[in-house]
């Protein structure tokens, strides 16, 4: 998240936050033997400076920075039809208006327009058209995107964002289309995707792919305020196969526990790091006078030397926040449900700080909000979908995520093209070139070499030759 001078406001509806998940069992397994794993680490070879452009993703779009926001309605389960069997629907949907009502009794409800609105029928593909594949685009075009779940515990976020769809491709979540995506975009001889996968746990960073990489630490660069992970391994992708494979990994390794709300509540928030990186077309162009100028003067487009996008796809499953008293959360599961509550309201004060335009925005409060920094207020093009159960044992839970929704509307992202001089390319063109000219050198030195060679030779036939004449000559003249 960046300061709130270099925000704007959305003119959008008003309202705030909240959320529940519960106990934990961990399983941690290691990557397996083929899996290459590496440090994504700063290279000093890469120390450019990237022209970073603010532009629209779309240019017909009238606030091409804004997070958009959808809502999600699970569809009723056992419990809900027991619970709710005495009392009126207490969701309505009206999908067309984009627009959303929460009944608070017999003769009124609150109203909610949100960027789009799925029913409990909605499907996994149509979620991920609507809600994931711009911005996925927007991320092959060379922006920073995120696409983040938001909601109480049991309401459909790790269904709607990690499902696997092992047995049936139509369930597949977000992650598994963003990435199948991606790879298909992507040309393998000049281009490359790379994956981290984290969990934030008791405000410690710890990696599902290196499960013995614990408390991770998260680096800012103090000159672009770009945040990363430097310690987390990074993988670089061969096929979705391999994709799927690591997603297993991760969810075997991910923080789980039965609460009274779901049998299987995250107690971390899971977050999915995707790099791009596409080269473009190279152009012929030979004229590199340019390198010597300052960087910043230079824009890249304007030169026939290759240039390079190097995105970041962020999706984050976040955990739900609880309420103790629902989810029946005692000892070690309290303690991670204050943990994840804590994140959570820090993630909002800073929703709110953006919304409101406010000097000073909160972002060092938690690991979340600092890995979330460009999401929300900084460059990236971001999505919201926010999940809710139709349950009205839960008014309280589910009016605040509509609130939180409402106030991430009005936050308006400076999206930037993450373009520069790919002079790692450069840097190869002009060696072969070298070495090109260096032989030709050779090739031409060593033909000069031969020529001398045989105008040696022929010049000593010759001055043999005149020798035998000049000898015959004076043995007549006797």
Not at 63 to 86: H, Q, T
Not at 160 to 185: Q, W
């Amino acid at each position: 998240m960046a300061s709130g001078s270099a925000m704007r406001s959305s003119h959008r509806p008003d309202r705030q936050n909240s959320s529940a998940p519960p106990s934990s069992t961990s399983r941690h397994v290691g990557p397996p033997p083929h899996i290459s794993v590496r440090s994504k680490v700063p290279s000093s070879r890469r120390s450019v400076t990237p022209t970073s452009r603010a532009r629209a993703c779309d240019d017909n779009d009238p606030e091409p920075g804004r997070v958009r926001v959808a809502v999600r309605l699970r569809p009723r389960n056992a419990e809900d039809l027991v619970s709710d069997a005495d009392f009126g629907d207490f969701v309505e949907l009206q999908p067309e208006m984009k627009r959303l009502k929460l009944r608070k009794n017999n003769w009124s409800s609150d109203s909610y327009r949100f960027d789009e609105v799925f029913t409990e029928s909605a499907s996994q593909k149509r979620i991920y058209e609507v809600v994931a594949k711009p911005v996925v685009e927007s991320v092959l075009n060379g922006y920073n995107g995120t696409v983040m779940a938001y909601g109480q515990t049991g309401t459909g976020k790790t269904y709607t964002l990690g499902k696997l769809g092992k047995h049936d491709a139509s369930e597949r979540g977000i992650m598994v289309r963003a990435l199948e995506d991606i790879i298909a975009n992507i040309s393998p001889a000049s281009d490359s995707v790379e994956i981290s996968y984290l969990q934030l746990y008791m405000e410690s960073v710890q990696d599902f792919l290196a499960p013995e990489k614990i408390n991770i630490p998260i680096v800012e660069d103090p000159k672009s305020g770009e945040v990363s992970v430097p310690g987390a391994a990074v993988v670089r992708m061969q096929n979705l196969d391999h994709f799927l494979e690591l997603l297993q990994i991760g969810e075997a390794n991910r923080h789980a526990a039965n609460t009274k709300l779901n049998t299987e509540s995250s107690r971390s928030h899971a977050i999915l790091m995707v790099y791009v990186r596409r080269s473009s077309p190279e152009k012929e162009d030979n004229d590199l006078s340019f390198l010597g100028k300052e960087s910043r003067s230079v824009s890249p487009a304007g030169h026939g030397m290759p240039t390079v996008r190097k995105s970041k796809l962020l999706i984050v499953d976040l955990a739900g926040s609880e309420r103790l008293d629902k989810s029946g959360s005692e000892g070690h599961m309290a303690e991670e449900a204050k943990f994840i509550n804590l994140s959570l309201t820090s993630l909002g004060k800073c929703i709110n700080a953006l919304a409101e335009n406010s000097p000073h925005i909160p972002t060092r409060d938690s690991k979340l909000t600092r890995l979330l920094r460009d999401s929300f207020g900084g460059s990236a093009r971001t999505s919201l979908i926010i999940t809710v159960g139709p349950s009205s044992r839960h008014h309280a839970e589910t009016t605040s995520t509509m609130m939180f929704g409402q106030r991430a509307m009005k936050v308006v992202n400076m999206v930037k093209l993450k373009e520069e001089f790919d002079y790692e390319s450069l840097c190869r063109k002009l060696e072969n070139q070298v070495d090109h000219l260096n032989a030709e050198i050779d090739r031409q030195q060593k033909s000069r070499e031969n020529d001398q060679i045989a105008m040696d030779k022929k010049l000593g036939e010759c001055q043999n030759s005149f020798a035998e004449a000049e000898k015959s000559l004076v043995a007549r003249s006797e």
